[in-house]
């Protein structure tokens, strides 16, 4: 990936944080769901095993 991407957020879609340098994917450590669980940069997975639904993100509009 390279270059610059602008666009709309949906409020409520689902998104996948990737850093554009690495291609590494907003994780949540051991898909965890508790409070305090740690986030990482990990493979992206597309999806598939380790990473899952961890690399998923939701956004909302806070208004």
Not at 4 to 19: D, H, P, Q, R
Not at 21 to 34: C, E, P, R, T, V
Not at 38 to 44: A, H
């Amino acid at each position: 990936m390279s270059g610059s991407n602008t666009f709309l957020i949906k409020s409520g879609a689902e998104y996948k944080l990737v850093n554009p340098s690495g291609g590494k994917a907003l994780d949540m450590n051991g898909a965890g769901i508790a409070d305090g669980t740690w986030t990482r940069m990990w493979d992206d997975t597309d999806g598939g095993v380790p990473g899952g639904t961890a690399q998923f993100w939701f956004m909302y509009r806070l208004d």
